[in-house]
């Protein structure tokens, strides 16, 4: 069998793997149809090139050029540099400034997005103090209304005995009653809004990304003590 065959033996059980956590199955990509060209100007000393994020060439994994980097700096794991990105939410390279191409998910649903936000000690103090404001407004408001709408009558009569007309007073209670309603509406929307934006801003900045390479992106396998170029 020539070392040709044989290399392709080989790369056939290579996969890339992008994404992390449970995830990791869904985007694996074979890489069974790709063209390898083993020459002795290919060959590099294996020890040279690793990973810029772990500093390691395992075999396990093939390293890619996804960037315009160059020298030391321009072969990662694509398992590693989608954590990387992940991690630092970012979908470009810090070095060069490549935007790289890439799909972006959000990473929690709704209910567990709040419930972690809530749960999370920088907001949990915040968000108990707006709900212990948002429950007295609303027990004070309450009150008010039921004494508005109760002692109506009760005001009418006692001003009637201060000669004041009833429609007067019937006015007057039912502007205090708009104005409680009001107030409390405007306050109840400024609590939500305070908890909400900062919230959804955090929510949906918090995505996984996995990369899509193009095809001219360099690969780099190794077998032994060789490496084997080619491009996906
Ligand atoms: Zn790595
Ligand atoms: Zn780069």
Partial sequence: MSDEIKSFQSIDKLKVVSGIGPEKTSSHKTLSKISVHKSPKHVQSVASIVCRICHT???????????????????????????WLNQSSRSYCELCMFR?????????????????????????????S???????????????????????????????????????????????????????VVTIYLIIRDQVIPWHRWWISTV?????????????????????????
């Fill in 100 to 128: 790289y191409s890439s799909v972006q998910t959000k990473r929690y649903g709704l209910c567990r997005g709040i419930r972690l936000w809530m749960g999370h000690p920088r907001n949990r103090g915040h968000v108990r």
């Fill in 208 to 232: 996984d990304i996995r990369l899509v390479l193009p095809s001219s992106v360099n690969c780099k396998f190794f077998k032994g003590n060789d490496s084997v170029s080619s491009q996906m």
């Fill in 57 to 83: 060439n395992t075999v396990n994994e093939a390293l890619i050029s996804p960037c315009n980097c160059k020298g030391s700096l321009a072969y990662v794991h694509l398992s590693c540099l989608e954590r």
């Fill in 130 to 184: 707006d709900a212990i404001i948002a429950v007295l407004l609303t027990l004070v408001t309450s009150g008010l209304l039921t004494c508005s709408f109760l002692g109506m009558e009760y005001f009418v009569s006692e001003g009637g005995k201060l000669g004041i007309q009833r429609k007067w007073i019937r006015t007057s209670v039912s502007m205090f009653i708009l104005a409680v309603v009001m107030g409390y």
